[in-house]
């Protein structure tokens, strides 16, 4: 852990999630030679992607190469944005089918004419390493085995290879999604927090998150989350991911820290800035995530991780 902001006279120290993302990695890698040495079996992952949404084929390229680094198979099924429901679901079933497939995942969202909640739920409970099956969703919610989607579980990792103490403690998650906000909320819950979850038609929301001693923040808006909407000390999880092309809003979010985000908005066209205001909240977080370089790195480690869990339990 390091400070930043040291120019601003600030605290926070930063959670990152990129030690951790590597020694799970490693872990799932070791677990699937010892599977391959002594049962002859190597884990198989199927990532299906429909359309060209240029963010959609980053992050399954992600997942691909993560998959190749831990030994698994991988496949990546890349279809035109004309495919259909009806198409989309038998190549559902055929994957549902194979016995050398042990995760599918359809990388959302999906083309707007896809009936998405048909594709999720076609999906073989088994091989649901997103865990956006009902099944594993209500599984989640009574406190059994389930798959969890791969962003909350990435978090409650991180806190806990943090030493940040979950129970007894006041938790506040922001936003609601089935991806991030409400999986989250059970996971914390289950481990004894007392937890607020906030979305849009919350009223006065920083009346609400200054309470938490543990700010959870899934929303997809840009800074939002300033300083008056955390409590002192608070250690704070900034999972969005929002692209910032315009330098004076760079020079907003970053203070006099901005020097580097300029440099890469120059090289790159944009920089990536979470929905936690960065300068502000280093004023006042005790513990912060970096955007990028936190959460983000944390969910593609836990989807080789689920889906090492997927072949485990099927073949066992
Ligand atoms: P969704 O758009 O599905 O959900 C956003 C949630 O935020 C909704 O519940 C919405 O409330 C709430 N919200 C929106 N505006 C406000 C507001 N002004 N005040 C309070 N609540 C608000 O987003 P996701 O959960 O899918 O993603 C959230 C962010 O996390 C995005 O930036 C996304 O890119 C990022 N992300 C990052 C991942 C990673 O690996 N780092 C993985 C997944 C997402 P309501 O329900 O009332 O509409």
């Known amino acids: 852990m390091y400070t930043i902001g040291q120019q601003m006279e600030t605290?926070?120290?930063?959670?990152?999630?990129?030690?951790?993302?590597?020694?799970?990695?490693q872990e799932v890698k070791a677990e699937i030679e010892e599977m391959v040495?002594?049962?002859?079996?190597?884990p198989g992952l199927a990532a299906v992607r429909v359309g060209d949404d240029p963010a959609s084929a980053v992050y399954v390229g992600n997942k691909i190469k993560a998959c190749e680094e831990v030994g698994i198979r991988s496949e990546?099924?890349?279809l035109p944005a004309t495919t259909s429901t009806a198409e989309l679901l038998d190549l559902i079933a055929s994957l549902n089918s194979r016995d050398d497939v042990d995760g599918i995942l359809t990388q959302l969202p999906l083309p707007a004419g896809i009936d998405e909640r048909a594709i999720i739920e076609a999906i073989d409970p088994a091989k649901d390493v997103d865990g956006f099956h009902p099944v594993n969703v209500g599984n989640l919610a009574l406190g059994r085995p389930a798959f969890v989607p791969c962003t909350p579980t990435g978090i409650i990792e991180l806190l806990l290879h943090s030493d940040v103490e979950i129970r007894g403690t006041r938790a506040c998650v922001v936003g609601r999604s089935q991806i991030v906000g409400r999986p989250m909320a059970q996971l914390l819950l289950q481990r004894d927090a007392t937890v607020t979850i906030c979305?849009?038609?919350?009223?006065d929301l920083a009346s609400v998150t200054r309470e938490a001693d543990l700010l959870i923040v899934a929303i997809g808006r840009t800074g939002m989350i300033g300083r008056e909407h955390i409590k002192p000390g608070a250690t704070v999880v900034d999972v969005g991911m929002n692209k910032v092309t315009d330098p004076v809003q760079v020079r907003e979010l970053f203070g006099p820290d901005a020097e580097k985000r300029l440099d890469v908005l120059s090289k790159r066209g944009f920089t990536l800035v979470g929905d936690v205001h960065p300068a502000g909240a280093a004023e006042v977080a005790g513990r912060l995530t970096p955007v990028p370089g936190g959460v983000g790195l944390l969910t593609v480690a836990m989807l080789m991780k689920n889906t090492l869990q997927a072949a485990t339990r099927r073949r066992s």
């Open 199 to 203: 979305h849009s038609r919350t009223r």
């Open 11 to 25: 605290s926070a120290s930063l959670l990152e999630g990129g030690p951790l993302a590597a020694k799970i990695k």
């Open 76 to 78: 990546h099924h890349a």
């Open 37 to 42: 040495r002594t049962r002859g079996v190597r």
